[in-house]
Protein backbone atom coordinates (compact mmCIF):
# COMPACT_ATOMS: atom_id res chain seq x y z
CA UNK A 1 0.00 0.00 0.00
CA UNK A 2 1.24 3.58 -0.98
CA UNK A 3 -0.89 5.32 1.26
CA UNK A 4 -1.58 4.61 4.91
CA UNK A 5 -4.92 6.46 6.31
CA UNK A 6 -2.54 9.17 7.75
CA UNK A 7 -1.05 10.00 4.44
CA UNK A 8 -4.68 10.41 2.85
CA UNK A 9 -5.73 12.56 5.69
CA UNK A 10 -2.63 14.74 5.40
CA UNK A 11 -4.03 15.46 1.66
CA UNK A 12 -7.45 16.14 2.35
CA UNK A 13 -7.63 18.26 5.10
CA UNK A 14 -4.92 20.14 3.20
CA UNK A 15 -6.66 20.53 0.36
CA UNK A 16 -9.97 20.97 2.44
CA UNK A 17 -8.95 23.38 4.84
CA UNK A 18 -7.19 26.08 2.86
CA UNK A 19 -8.66 28.88 3.03
CA UNK A 20 -11.06 27.82 6.24
CA UNK A 21 -11.22 30.08 9.27
CA UNK A 22 -10.23 29.21 13.07
CA UNK A 23 -13.75 28.48 13.53
CA UNK A 24 -14.34 26.19 10.56
CA UNK A 25 -11.22 24.08 10.98
CA UNK A 26 -12.53 24.09 14.98
CA UNK A 27 -16.23 22.84 13.84
CA UNK A 28 -14.19 19.82 11.20
CA UNK A 29 -12.37 18.94 14.47
CA UNK A 30 -15.64 18.72 16.23
CA UNK A 31 -16.96 16.54 13.59
CA UNK A 32 -14.41 14.46 13.19
CA UNK A 33 -14.18 13.81 16.68
CA UNK A 34 -18.09 12.87 16.48
CA UNK A 35 -17.26 10.07 13.38
CA UNK A 36 -14.47 8.72 15.54
CA UNK A 37 -17.00 7.76 18.69
CA UNK A 38 -19.25 6.05 15.64
CA UNK A 39 -16.64 4.32 14.38
CA UNK A 40 -15.67 2.82 17.27
CA UNK A 41 -19.35 1.95 17.95
CA UNK A 42 -19.78 0.29 14.88
CA UNK A 43 -16.58 -1.23 15.75
CA UNK A 44 -17.87 -2.63 19.27
CA UNK A 45 -21.38 -3.48 18.12
CA UNK A 46 -21.78 -7.42 17.05
CA UNK A 47 -23.59 -6.69 14.23
CA UNK A 48 -21.49 -3.97 12.40
CA UNK A 49 -24.01 -2.11 9.88
CA UNK A 50 -21.31 -1.86 6.75
CA UNK A 51 -22.59 1.35 4.45
CA UNK A 52 -19.29 3.16 4.06
CA UNK A 53 -16.64 0.29 4.06
CA UNK A 54 -16.22 -3.17 3.45
CA UNK A 55 -14.25 -3.19 6.37
CA UNK A 56 -14.78 -1.14 9.46
CA UNK A 57 -11.71 -1.17 10.62
CA UNK A 58 -10.48 0.58 7.50
CA UNK A 59 -13.11 3.67 8.11
CA UNK A 60 -12.02 3.79 11.83
CA UNK A 61 -8.52 4.32 10.80
CA UNK A 62 -9.44 6.85 8.22
CA UNK A 63 -11.56 9.02 10.64
CA UNK A 64 -8.71 8.86 13.57
CA UNK A 65 -6.27 10.03 11.01
CA UNK A 66 -8.50 12.75 9.69
CA UNK A 67 -8.98 13.80 13.49
CA UNK A 68 -5.15 13.87 13.99
CA UNK A 69 -4.79 15.98 11.02
CA UNK A 70 -7.83 18.75 11.75
CA UNK A 71 -6.30 18.83 15.82
CA UNK A 72 -2.57 19.54 13.79
CA UNK A 73 -4.28 21.93 11.87
CA UNK A 74 -5.93 23.46 14.37
CA UNK A 75 -2.99 23.79 16.62
CA UNK A 76 -0.66 25.23 13.80
CA UNK A 77 -3.48 28.09 13.51
CA UNK A 78 -3.38 28.27 17.12
CA UNK A 79 0.31 28.35 17.48
CA UNK A 80 0.84 30.88 14.33
CA UNK A 81 -1.89 33.65 15.29
CA UNK A 82 -3.91 33.28 11.84
CA UNK A 83 -7.19 33.61 11.14
CA UNK A 84 -7.08 31.48 7.93
CA UNK A 85 -5.73 28.33 7.32
CA UNK A 86 -2.70 28.56 3.97
CA UNK A 87 -1.32 25.64 3.43
CA UNK A 88 1.70 27.12 2.57
CA UNK A 89 2.54 28.65 5.58
CA UNK A 90 2.12 25.51 7.01
CA UNK A 91 5.79 23.76 7.10
CA UNK A 92 4.85 20.17 8.34
CA UNK A 93 2.19 20.07 6.13
CA UNK A 94 4.20 21.43 2.84
CA UNK A 95 6.90 18.81 4.38
CA UNK A 96 4.48 15.84 4.12
CA UNK A 97 2.84 17.42 0.70
CA UNK A 98 5.93 17.36 -0.97
CA UNK A 99 6.99 13.89 0.48
CA UNK A 100 3.70 12.58 -1.07
CA UNK A 101 4.28 13.53 -4.16
CA UNK A 102 7.49 12.42 -4.44
CA UNK A 103 6.30 8.81 -3.29
CA UNK A 104 3.44 9.44 -5.77
CA UNK A 105 5.71 10.41 -8.30
CA UNK A 106 8.20 7.75 -7.54
CA UNK A 107 5.53 5.00 -7.93
CA UNK A 108 3.82 6.23 -11.07
CA UNK A 109 7.71 5.74 -12.69
CA UNK A 110 7.66 2.64 -11.05
CA UNK A 111 4.35 1.35 -12.41
CA UNK A 112 5.33 2.82 -16.15
CA UNK A 113 8.78 0.35 -16.24
CA UNK A 114 6.64 -2.39 -14.88
CA UNK A 115 4.09 -1.85 -17.61
CA UNK A 116 6.85 -1.11 -20.28
CA UNK A 117 8.09 -4.84 -18.84
CA UNK A 118 5.06 -6.45 -19.44
CA UNK A 119 4.79 -5.18 -23.07
CA UNK A 120 8.11 -6.52 -23.50
CA UNK A 121 7.03 -9.60 -22.50
CA UNK A 122 3.93 -9.66 -24.57
CA UNK A 123 6.30 -9.35 -27.58
CA UNK A 124 8.83 -12.27 -26.49
CA UNK A 125 7.99 -15.46 -28.58
CA UNK A 126 8.41 -18.58 -26.96
CA UNK A 127 8.03 -21.44 -29.86
CA UNK A 128 8.93 -25.29 -29.99
CA UNK A 129 9.99 -25.67 -33.49
CA UNK A 130 10.23 -29.42 -34.86
CA UNK A 131 12.82 -29.82 -38.50
CA UNK A 132 13.18 -32.56 -40.56
CA UNK A 133 15.85 -35.21 -40.14
CA UNK A 134 18.28 -33.40 -43.08
CA UNK A 135 17.25 -29.58 -41.02
CA UNK A 136 17.97 -31.21 -37.69
CA UNK A 137 21.55 -32.69 -38.68
CA UNK A 138 22.67 -29.33 -40.21
CA UNK A 139 21.69 -27.23 -37.06
CA UNK A 140 23.26 -29.79 -34.58
CA UNK A 141 26.55 -30.21 -36.66
CA UNK A 142 26.73 -25.99 -37.11
CA UNK A 143 25.99 -25.77 -33.41
CA UNK A 144 28.63 -28.66 -32.86
CA UNK A 145 31.01 -26.42 -34.67
CA UNK A 146 30.24 -23.04 -33.27
CA UNK A 147 30.05 -24.63 -29.53
CA UNK A 148 26.59 -23.71 -29.04
CA UNK A 149 23.09 -26.04 -28.56
CA UNK A 150 21.13 -26.28 -31.42
CA UNK A 151 18.82 -23.98 -29.48
CA UNK A 152 21.37 -20.85 -29.55
CA UNK A 153 22.04 -21.60 -33.44
CA UNK A 154 17.99 -21.39 -34.23
CA UNK A 155 17.99 -18.00 -31.83
CA UNK A 156 20.79 -16.65 -33.55
CA UNK A 157 19.15 -17.34 -36.69
CA UNK A 158 15.64 -15.77 -36.26
CA UNK A 159 17.58 -12.85 -34.60
CA UNK A 160 18.95 -11.85 -37.89
CA UNK A 161 15.46 -12.54 -40.17
CA UNK A 162 14.48 -9.51 -41.89
CA UNK A 163 11.39 -9.06 -44.06
CA UNK A 164 11.62 -6.92 -47.08
CA UNK A 165 8.43 -4.35 -48.49
CA UNK A 166 6.86 -7.88 -50.10
CA UNK A 167 6.85 -9.71 -47.14
CA UNK A 168 9.86 -12.08 -48.52
CA UNK A 169 12.04 -13.25 -45.31
CA UNK A 170 15.60 -13.46 -45.29
CA UNK A 171 18.54 -14.39 -43.30
CA UNK A 172 22.09 -12.92 -44.49
CA UNK A 173 24.81 -15.63 -44.53
CA UNK A 174 26.29 -15.72 -40.89
CA UNK A 175 28.92 -17.20 -38.71
CA UNK A 176 27.16 -18.36 -35.40
CA UNK A 177 29.49 -17.91 -32.65
CA UNK A 178 28.77 -15.96 -29.32
CA UNK A 179 30.10 -12.55 -30.11
CA UNK A 180 28.96 -9.66 -31.36
CA UNK A 181 26.15 -8.68 -28.01
CA UNK A 182 24.29 -11.76 -28.48
CA UNK A 183 23.20 -13.11 -25.39
CA UNK A 184 24.56 -15.84 -23.87
CA UNK A 185 22.06 -17.35 -21.99
CA UNK A 186 20.23 -18.65 -25.07
Request: negative net charge; charged residues 30%; contains cysteine.
Amino acid sequence: MIWTPEDVARDQVRRQAAGMTVRQVDQAVDTAVVRVSETRQELRSPVAVREFAADPQELADRWAALLTEWQRVAAHLAASGADVYDGDLDVKGSAWAREREERRTTALRTHAAWTEQQREKRDELCAEVWLGAAAGRRVRAAAARAGLTPNEILAQLVERVSVDDDGAVSVAPFTPGRAAGLSEER
